[in-house]
C-alpha cells in the first residue's frame, strides 16, 4: 500500500500506534496502515502538506493539522470533534494521552502561541493560550499531564495538571535556521524528555521539587542528566532501554567551492548517551530513495514502544527498522559465507539463540568443507566415516544433499540408510530424493520393501504411492506402476503407457482410462488404433471422433451410433445421419426426417408421415397440439375418420383444442369404436370442466373490474390542495396537478367540451382533464 501511495504523493509525516500506522502526505491526504503497509482507511483532509498527526493511547481518536491552516479533531468511528480553519500554516497538534475519557477532552495547538483546548460540560470548546511570542511552535509531544514543545529559541515543558511551566532548555546552535533543521522531542517514559536540536542532544528528567524549597517555584523541576554533540544534525530520536536511536541527516562538503554540498544516505546510529558524551554501539547508513534530494527537514524517526519497532520516514521512502538479535547476527554470517565466525557465534552465543540449534551450525560447517571437498577429497572411506558421524548426532538429513553421485560413489548401503531416515519422518524429502538421486545409487529391492511396508500403515498416502510408481518404473515392472497410477488417477499414467509402449497391457483398463480423461483416452486409442482391441459398445467418445475423422471408418457400427447418440449426444444426432451414407432401423431414418421436414415448415407433410409412415395416432395428436393449427386438426379428423383406433385416440385428446361435435357427426353409422363410452365420458368430463374454469374466471374478472372502477372513482373525487393566489382568477387544475389560468386553456370544439393539460399533453402526446374550477 505504501509504494503505490508514494508513486504519485510523498510522505510528510506518521505517527505509530501499536494497532495501526497513520501516514500523512503531501497533498493533504491521511491514510491509515496496518504494520505490514497495508491500506485501511483514507481521509481527505486537504489540498497541501499535513504537518503532525497526534493519537491517543486506545487509537480512537486522531489530530490533524495541515500546511492550509486546518486543525482536525476526530473520532476514527465518528467525525464529532474539533474542525476549525486558520489563518496561517499550523505545524503541530497534540492529543491528550486519555482523550477517549469524557473527563480528558483536551488537546494543544497553534502557530505563534499555543494553545490549549479544552470540551466543557455543556459540550463547547474552551480555549487557553500556554505560551506566546518566541516565534513558531514546530514541535509539541504530549506524555501523561506534560507537554513538551520546540519555538524558534527553547524547549518547553509545561505540567497540565498544576498548570505550570516547569522548565525552558535554551538551544545551542542558534545559527542553524529551526524551519531547516527542525527540534526532535521524544518521550522516553512519564518523566524522560530526550530533546535532539542541530548537533546537540540532551536528556532531560522531571523531578519532584522538596516542598521545604518550593516557596513560590513550580512544584517540579527539570535535570538534564546528559547532553553532548554530534558529527551530523538530528532529524529524529526514539528510546532504545538504556539507550538512544538516532537519525541523522549527512552532508558533506563538496571539493570546489561553485558544487552543492553533497547529500549522503542518512544515517541510523544507537548510542549509549553519557553525562557528556556517548559511545557508539553501532551505525547504519540507509538506501532511501532519492535521499540525495532530502534535506534534514525530510527525514522523520518514529517508534513502537510495544515492539520495539522503529520507522524511518521520507518523502519517498519509508524503512521500517528492529533490533538485531544474535540469530540475525548468524544469518549474516552466514550469508556472508562466513561460516568459521558464524560457527564461533553460535558456539559463544548459544544461550540466546531461538531459532538456531549450535549443531546446526556445525553441521553446516562441516558440510562445506565436504561441498568443497577440501577435506574428504574422494577418499570414501573418510566421506562414509564423515555420514556415520552425522548419523550419530542424528542429522542424516542434513548431509542428504551434499552427498557424492557422479563418478565417486559410497557403497549402497549408505544412501539406503538416508532414505530410511527420510522415509520415518518426512515423505516428501524421501519422494525428492528418489527423484534426484540416480537408481543406481541404492538396491531399489530394499527401498521397494521399505516402502511397501511403510504403505501399510497407511495405505492412502499419496505421496508413498507416486514414489513407489516410480521405484517401479525404474525396475522395469511397468504393470505395477500402471496400477498405481490408475489408482491414483495420476496425469503420468498416459507418459507412462506412450514411454514404455505399454498399450498391450491396457486393453482391460480402458474403462478406467476413460472414467479417469476421457479426452486423452480417446486421443491414445485414435492415434494407437492397430496397437489397441477396443470394444466399440464401450466407446461412444472413441467412435464420434472416428467417424468425424473419416466417415466410412466403422461404418458397421453406424447402427449403434444412432443409439448411443440418441442417449449421449442429441444435437450430434441429425449431422451424423445427414453425413452418414449407411442404411440404419427404417423407424429412425422416418423420423430423423419427420425433424427434417418440420424444421422446414411444412407441417402437413410432417403429419401425413406420422400418420402414413410411422401410423402413430397419439404422435400425430402431440404434433398437432404443439402446431395449433385449425387446418392440421381437420388433415388428422379426415385422415382418420376410416380408421377406428384413431378415431378413439382423437375422442380421448380431442376435446381441449376442437369441438368434438365436428369429429362425432363425421363417423359413419354403424361403425364399431374401441372405447366409445369411456371416450364419450372423458369428452363430457373435459366439457363440465372448461364451463367450471370460465365461470372462474368470470368471477374474478368482474370482481377486478368493481375493484378497479371504486378506486378510480375515489382517486377522481379526492380534494386536491391549491396555494393561494395573489389576484382573483378562474383556476383550472387538473389530475396531474398543473394549475392553468382558464381563459389561458385553449377551447375545446367537443361538446360537453374537454380539456387537457398542456404540459402532460405535450409529454405523453396524451389528454388529461379538469377536475377543479376555481373562482374567485
Not at 522531571?206 to 524549597?213: A, L, N, S
Not at 495405505?459 to 504393470?479: P, V
Request: proline content about 3%; aromatic content about 10%; hydrophobic content about 35%.
Amino acid at each position: 500500500g505504501v509504494s503505490e501511495i508514494l508513486q504519485k504523493d510523498a510522505a510528510s509525516c506518521m505517527t505509530v500506534h501499536d494497532k495501526f500506522l497513520a501516514l500523512g502526505t503531501h497533498f493533504g491526504k491521511v491514510f491509515l496502515l496496518d504494520v505490514q503497509g497495508n491500506v485501511t482507511q483514507k481521509f481527505d483532509i486537504s489540498t497541501v502538506k499535513i504537518n503532525q498527526i497526534s493519537l491517543d493511547d486506545s487509537g480512537e481518536h486522531v489530530g490533524i493539522c495541515s500546511e492550509d491552516g486546518k486543525v482536525q479533531v476526530f473520532g476514527l468511528y465518528t467525525r464529532e470533534g474539533f474542525h476549525d480553519n486558520f489563518d496561517c500554516p499550523i505545524k503541530v497538534v497534540a492529543l491528550h494521552p486519555q482523550f477517549g475519557r469524557s473527563s480528558s477532552k483536551q488537546f494543544v495547538t497553534g502557530r505563534n502561541k499555543l494553545q490549549l483546548y479544552e470540551r466543557n460540560w455543556l459540550n463547547r470548546w474552551k480555549t487557553i493560550t500556554l505560551h506566546e511570542g518566541e516565534g513558531i511552535i514546530t514541535n509539541v509531544k504530549w506524555r501523561g499531564s506534560l507537554v513538551a514543545w520546540a519555538n524558534s529559541l527553547s524547549v518547553k515543558i509545561y505540567d497540565i495538571n498544576a498548570k505550570q511551566r516547569i522548565t525552558n532548555v535554551l538551544r545551542d546552535n542558534t545559527s542553524l535556521r529551526p524551519d531547516m533543521y527542525p527540534c526532535s522531542l521524544c518521550w522516553k517514559d512519564n518523566t524522560t524528555l530526550i530533546i535532539g536540536w542541530g548537533t546537540s542532544v540532551k536528556i532531560c528528567i522531571v523531578k519532584e521539587r522538596d516542598p521545604t524549597e518550593m516557596r513560590d517555584l513550580p512544584s517540579r523541576y527539570v535535570e538534564i542528566v546528559s547532553a553532548f554533540d554530534t558529527e551530523f544534525f538530528i532529524s529524529g530520536l526514539a528510546p532504545l532501554g538504556d539507550q538512544i536511536v538516532i537519525l541523522y541527516y549527512v552532508k558533506e562538503a563538496s571539493e570546489h567551492q561553485d558544487e552543492k554540498e553533497l547529500r549522503s544516505r542518512p544515517r541510523l546510529d544507537i548510542v549509549q548517551p553519557l553525562p557528556e558524551s556517548y559511545e557508539e554501539i553501532s551505525s547504519d547508513a540507509l538506501t532511501v530513495r532519492n535521499f540525495q534530494e532530502n534535506e534534514c527537514l525530510d527525514y522523520r524517526l518514529e517508534h513502537s514502544e510495544g515492539e520495539s519497532l522503529f520507522y524511518i520516514i521520507s518523502p519517498k521512502d519509508i524503512v521500517v527498522a528492529k533490533e538485531r538479535d544474535q540469530d540475525d547476527h548468524i544469518d549474516w554470517l552466514l550469508d556472508k559465507k562466513k561460516y568459521e565466525e558464524a560457527l564461533m557465534a553460535a558456539e559463544i552465543s548459544h544461550k540466546n539463540i531461538k531459532r538456531h540449534e549450535v549443531q546446526v551450525y556445525i553441521l553446516i560447517f562441516q558440510l562445506i568443507n565436504m561441498k568443497c571437498q577440501k577435506v574428504l577429497g574422494k577418499n570414501m572411506e573418510l566421506w562414509e566415516n564423515e555420514v556415520y558421524r552425522f548419523k550419530t548426532i542424528g542429522q542424516l538429513k542434513a548431509i542428504s544433499q551434499y552427498l557424492p553421485r557422479g563418478d565417486l560413489r559410497l557403497r549402497p548401503a549408505i544412501y539406503e540408510m538416508i532414505l530410511h531416515e527420510f522415509l520415518k519422518s518426512d515423505f516428501e524429502g524421501f519422494a525428492t530424493l528418489i527423484r534426484e538421486w540416480p537408481g543406481d545409487l541404492y538396491n531399489n529391492m530394499t527401498i521397494v520393501q521399505a516402502v511397501s511396508d511403510r504403505l501399510k500403515k497407511d495405505q492412502n498416502n499419496r505421496t508413498l504411492l507416486t514414489t513407489l510408481a516410480e521405484l517401479y518404473t525404474y525396475d522395469q515392472r511397468y504393470d505395477k506402476a500402471l496400477e498405481i497410477y490408475l489408482r491414483l488417477r495420476h496425469k503420468d499414467v498416459y507418459q507412462l503407457i506412450h514411454k514404455h509402449n505399454l498399450f498391450s497391457s491396457i486393453e482391460d483398463k480402458i474403462v478406467l482410462l476413460m472414467e479417469f480423461d476421457k479426452e486423452k483416452a480417446v486421443d491414445m486409442l485414435l492415434d494407437n488404433e492397430d496397437k489397441i482391441s477396443v470394444s466399440i459398445t464401450h466407446f461412444f467418445s472413441y467412435l464420434h471422433k472416428l467417424f468425424k475423422r473419416d466417415p466410412h471408418k466403422g461404418h458397421k457400427y453406424h447402427e449403434m451410433l444412432i443409439s448411443l447418440y440418441a442417449e449421449y449426444d442429441r444435437p450430434n444426432l441429425l449431422p451424423f445421419l445427414r453425413d452418414s451414407t449407411h442404411f440404419f432401423n427404417a423407424y429412425h431414418v422416418v423420423e430423423m426426417y419427420f425433424f427434417f421436414v418440420c424444421r422446414m415448415g411444412n407441417s402437413r407433410r410432417a403429419l401425413q408421415m406420422i400418420m402414413e409412415e410411422l401410423y402413430d395416432v397419439d404422435k400425430a395428436i402431440e404434433f398437432a397440439k404443439e402446431q395449433d393449427d385449425a387446418e392440421l386438426w381437420e388433415d388428422l379428423i379426415s385422415y382418420s375418420i376410416d380408421k377406428p383406433p384413431f378415431i378413439t385416440g382423437l375422442l380421448n385428446n380431442i376435446g381441449t383444442h376442437v369441438d368434438p361435435i365436428l369429429l362425432i357427426h363425421r363417423i359413419k353409422e354403424g361403425m364399431e369404436i374401441p372405447n366409445l363410452r369411456d371416450s364419450l365420458v372423458k369428452i363430457l368430463h373435459d366439457y363440465n370442466l372448461q364451463i367450471l374454469l370460465r365461470e372462474g374466471c368470470k368471477k374474478i374478472l368482474v370482481a377486478d373490474s368493481l375493484s378497479l372502477l371504486k378506486k378510480m372513482h375515489r382517486t377522481q373525487t379526492r380534494g386536491v390542495r391549491v396555494d393561494d393566489t395573489a389576484k382573483s382568477y378562474n383556476i383550472v387544475v387538473f389530475h396531474c396537478r398543473h394549475m392553468f389560468h382558464k381563459e389561458c386553456l385553449s377551447s375545446s370544439s367537443t361538446i360537453p367540451p374537454v380539456q387537457f393539460c398542456n404540459i402532460c399533453s405535450a409529454k405523453r402526446r396524451g389528454p388529461g382533464s379538469g377536475i377543479v374550477e376555481i373562482k374567485k
